[in-house]
Antibody
Framework: QLQLQESGPGLVKASETLSLRCTLSGDSISSSHYYWGWIRQPPGKGLEWIGSIYYSGSTYYNPSLESRVTISVDTSKNQFSLNLNSVTAADTAVYYC??????????WGQGTLVTVSS | DIQLTQSPSFLSAYVGDRVTITCRASQAINNYLAWYQQKPGKAPKLLIYAASALQSGVPSRFSGSGSGTEFTLTIGSLQPEDFATYYCQQLNVFPVTFGPGTKVDIK
């Protein structure tokens, strides 16, 4: 059973870089079944896809965030990571990691709240 | 980008009611659509994938249908634990997109 767990700071200062990590258990990040992605949800709002990575290293980003986002994978640790730079208060959200495929839907981590402080 | 719209955005229903939520895509997405249930403070939970496949462990009162640009999620008999917000997601192409959500409340 695939399980994902986010980790990282819950508080980031404005203009700095938000960095989160997602650790997988129950499957290999090198599995061809899934893309590995990040989604966020500002308080009281809907879901926004940030980007995804395939185990081969191919990345896909939301055009609205692409200039500030980097997603990377560490197959030796069965982890993938999110870096979002130059953050503002608008980046305050619950950040989820997920494994997804076109014909499998998305399986989600529990989420982690990141607050951007001024 | 593929835009997803959901209707209604809010619905109020009784326990035992049959409920249908519609998700429309701005262009055809084959059957690469998933449905999620989200309760306050929790991560979204996968209900339906590939438009109509029931995720393991999800009660059979949930069903999905559709293809192309129009999809529906049906709850056959609404239970107290089903009051939540429901989202659709298209996985046909990047960028992946979500519908704005449908909140199902108790009448």
């Amino acid at each position: 059973q695939l399980q994902l767990q986010e980790s990282g700071p819950g508080l980031v200062k404005a203009s700095e870089t938000l960095s989160l990590r997602c650790t997988l258990s129950g499957d290999s990040i090198s599995s061809s079944h899934y893309y590995w992605g990040w989604i966020r949800q500002p308080p009281g709002k809907g879901l926004e896809w940030i980007g995804s990575i395939y185990y081969s290293g191919s990345t896909y980003y939301n055009p609205s965030l692409e200039s500030r986002v980097t997603i990377s994978v560490d197959t030796s640790k069965n982890q993938f990571s999110l870096n979002l730079n130059s953050v503002t208060a608008a980046d305050t959200a619950v950040y989820y990691c997920a494994g997804h495929g076109a014909l499998t839907g998305s399986l989600w981590g529990q989420g982690t709240l990141v607050t951007v402080s001024s | 980008d593929i835009q997803l719209t959901q209707s209604p955005s809010f619905l109020s229903a009784y326990v035992g009611d049959r409920v249908t939520i519609t998700c429309r895509a701005s262009q055809a997405i084959n059957n690469y659509l998933a449905w999620y249930q989200q309760k306050p403070g929790k991560a979204p939970k996968l209900l339906i994938y590939a438009a109509s496949a029931l995720q393991s462990g999800v009660p059979s009162r949930f069903s999905g249908s559709g293809s192309g640009t129009e999809f529906t999620l049906t709850i056959g008999s609404l239970q107290p634990e089903d009051f939540a917000t429901y989202y659709c997601q298209q996985l046909n192409v990047f960028p992946v997109t979500f519908g704005p959500g449908t909140k199902v409340d108790i009448k």
